[in-house]
């Protein structure tokens, strides 16, 4: 019995050392962060939370022949931040579903803490958004700027609603949309009208925040954002 303990023992001691053995590896000390930039107005470009934009990092090393790709989760306001990354050189390859215009692959050396920031075209700009309340009514005028070519269509613009500032289509409590389904020339104005007091899930005296997004019709694409705004829909 004693021989049996013994063996035992040896085994398990055995199994813990080959496991701090197989653990003992660096931490990641390097960390990355930054943000997508319209390349020709400096300004973020907006994302959603969920399915929004993703940048992808394939760390290039001698030893890693098939090299796993990771993923910066873009934020809602077009930022992103990691800190367990590995320092070295990495390759960014060509996005091509986002709420932009394919980008060219690229590369970044992550060392410490790294800034990088990706230059996009986003594929529809929001701006001079002019959100007002009335009662339970909000009434929302923006222009949208298309940059893809003038045949090809946008097709809906709308504003989300949620009781937080990630509200986007993937996030959102209701919404109220309006289909375009035709190119956009620049800087056109558009209005929708929402009457809240027809949603289920909306309620008087309750702040929420509202968010405009609109979406071009190409395979893959994500929708664009204006930054969002906090309203409380009222009964009077």
Same mark, same amino acid.
């Given at each position: 019995?004693?021989?049996?303990?013994?063996?035992?023992?040896?085994?398990?001691?055995?199994?813990?050392?080959?496991?701090?053995?197989?653990?003992?590896y660096?931490?990641?000390?390097?960390?990355?962060?930054?943000?997508?930039i319209?390349?020709?107005?400096?300004?973020?470009?907006?994302?959603?939370i969920?399915?929004?934009?993703?940048?992808?990092?394939?760390e290039i090393?001698?030893?890693y022949e098939?090299?796993?790709?990771r993923y910066?989760?873009?934020?809602?306001?077009?930022?992103?931040?990691?800190?367990m990354?590995?320092?070295g050189?990495?390759?960014?390859?060509?996005?091509?579903?986002?709420?932009?215009?394919?980008t060219d692959?690229?590369?970044?050396?992550?060392?410490?803490? !790294?800034?990088?920031?990706?230059?996009?075209?986003?594929?529809?700009?929001?701006?001079?958004?002019?959100?007002?309340m009335n009662?339970?009514e909000?009434?929302?005028t923006?222009?949208?700027q298309q940059t893809?070519?003038?045949?090809?269509?946008?097709?809906?613009?709308?504003?989300?609603?949620?009781?937080?500032?990630t509200?986007?289509?993937?996030h959102?409590?209701d919404?109220?949309e309006?289909?375009?389904t035709?190119?956009?020339?620049?800087?056109?104005?558009?209005?929708i009208?929402?009457?809240?007091?027809?949603?289920?899930e909306?309620?008087?005296?309750?702040p929420?925040?509202?968010?405009?997004?609109?979406k071009?019709?190409l395979?893959?694409?994500?929708?664009?954002?204006?930054?969002?705004?906090?309203? !409380?829909p009222?009964?009077n």
């Amino acid at each position: 019995m004693k021989t049996i303990k013994s063996i035992l023992f040896i085994l398990l001691a055995l199994a813990v050392v080959t496991s701090c053995e197989l653990d003992n590896y660096d931490y990641p000390e390097g960390s990355i962060h930054g943000a997508l930039i319209d390349q020709e107005t400096g300004d973020t470009v907006q994302s959603d939370i969920f399915d929004g934009a993703e940048i992808p990092l394939v760390e290039i090393h001698e030893d890693y022949e098939n090299p796993q790709i990771r993923y910066l989760i873009i934020k809602p306001d077009g930022s992103y931040r990691n800190d367990m990354v590995f320092e070295g050189l990495y390759a960014v390859p060509s996005i091509e579903n986002g709420n932009f215009h394919p980008t060219d692959s690229t590369s970044v050396t992550i060392e410490g803490d !790294t800034q990088f920031d990706l230059e996009v075209l986003p594929y529809i700009r929001i701006s001079n958004v002019d959100m007002t309340m009335n009662g339970m009514e909000l009434t929302a005028t923006f222009n949208l700027q298309q940059t893809a070519v003038d045949t090809i269509d946008v097709l809906s613009a709308a504003i989300y609603a949620h009781s937080e500032p990630t509200v986007g289509q993937t996030h959102r409590l209701d919404e109220e949309e309006i289909f375009i389904t035709t190119p956009v020339p620049n800087d056109s104005t558009f209005t929708i009208v929402w009457d809240m007091s027809r949603s289920r899930e909306l309620s008087e005296n309750t702040p929420y925040f509202f968010r405009v997004g609109a979406k071009i019709d190409l395979p893959g694409a994500k929708f664009n954002y204006a930054p969002a705004e906090r309203h !409380t829909p009222t009964d009077n």
